[in-house]
């Protein structure tokens, strides 16, 4: 808005400065015509179509009251090129239609010469024309770029966020209905085991929950997720029924906070498909190595695993451990190991 207000004010000075230049004196009808072509100019990227004919509205409105050519009809080269930077394709190629026949009427209206001349004159209007078009569309196609990354980016959150609500809710999920299970064909036998299965739910439904407030509002603060709560993770895991058992290597050192959640996610998707998919009286073994400049994650199992009939190890949550990954350099494999079960490798670079 001001930066378009100080630019009216230009084209205004413009004009009158030129019209003082001349030799004859000015009329009433020139400084005014001097002015009133400027003032749509305040509003033009707000309503580029509306400036545009306001413009040259007034352009036209001029020529029965003035007898020479006013600077401020350098604001119909400024409409135009808004018109073209900012309108749709079809209405700013109407306007350059429109603004090539005032600028054959002016052409004709203000040249005194020949007919020559005001051909000459009017080529002269044409390009001054064109090249407002011209820096016009460049200006559109720059705006389209900026508004594809826009788009782009906006779709990688989405895509982001649906891996964070992906991998927070199915592992909660897988725990949940563990417990259930376990508490309803062990309520029988022991009620005790019944209430402690509920209070696991209990508890999973709130840590999930306050994952998911981190998630769709702190991502990036403090309080993330990380390795720092992979030992939980594997508690956690161990009460919904599961065998596993966590072994470090190597010293630890600080990861950068969306490298740690991702290799703390990777855990704990493969946890989740262990839950799903390995079988009753399956054991599984988290390994974190860490090495001079890489830090390897691996999570095996010796249940059925993708072995299992209608898995391949391949599904969305491999998929979504290897989409986290890659942007910090790191890799994933996934599949059987040799000596039976299933086992999924990550590594991450520990420096920048």
Request: glycine share 10%.
């Amino acid at each position: 808005m001001i930066g378009d207000t100080a630019l009216a004010g230009l084209v205004v000075a413009f004009a009158l400065v030129a019209l003082d230049g001349e030799t004859d004196r000015p009329t009433t009808a020139e400084v005014v015509f001097c002015v009133l072509p400027a003032l749509p100019l305040v509003a033009r990227r707000r309503a580029p179509v509306a400036t545009f004919a306001a413009v040259l509205a007034l352009c036209a409105l001029q020529l029965p009251f003035v007898d020479r050519f006013l600077g401020a009809n350098l604001a119909a080269l400024v409409a135009l090129y808004t018109l073209v930077a900012y309108a749709r394709r079809p209405l700013a190629a109407a306007g350059c239609a429109v603004a090539l026949a005032g600028a054959a009427l002016y052409a004709w209206r203000f040249d005194d010469l020949s007919e020559e001349g005001a051909v000459l004159t009017g080529v002269i209007y044409a390009l001054h024309l064109a090249l407002a078009a011209a820096l016009g569309d460049v200006r559109h196609a720059r705006i389209r770029q900026r508004e594809a990354r826009v788009a782009l980016a906006a779709a990688d959150e989405r895509a982001r966020i649906a891996r964070e609500l992906h991998d927070v809710v199915a592992h909660a999920l897988s725990v949940m209905i563990a417990q259930a299970d376990g508490g309803r064909y062990g309520a029988a036998a022991d009620p005790a085991l019944a209430e402690e299965a509920l209070g696991t739910i209990a508890r999973t439904g709130r840590e999930a929950q306050a994952e998911m407030r981190r998630t769709l509002g702190l991502l990036e603060g403090p309080g993330q997720r990380g390795l720092d709560a992979l030992a939980e993770l594997v508690h956690r895991t161990s009460a919904a029924g599961l065998d596993v058992a966590l072994e470090r290597h190597g010293a630890p050192r600080p990861l950068p906070p969306d490298r740690s959640l991702a290799v703390y996610r990777v855990a704990q998707e493969a946890l989740t498909n262990v839950l799903r998919h390995a079988g009753p009286g399956t054991a599984a073994r988290v390994e974190v190595d860490w090495t001079r400049d890489r830090l390897t994650l691996v999570v095996h199992d010796d249940g059925a695993g993708s072995a299992a009939p209608g898995t391949d190890g391949r599904g969305r949550g491999l998929r979504g451990m290897r989409e986290r990954l890659e942007p910090h350099g790191g890799t994933l494999s996934a599949g059987p190991a040799p000596g039976g079960g299933f086992e999924v490798r990550a590594t991450v670079p520990t420096g920048a």
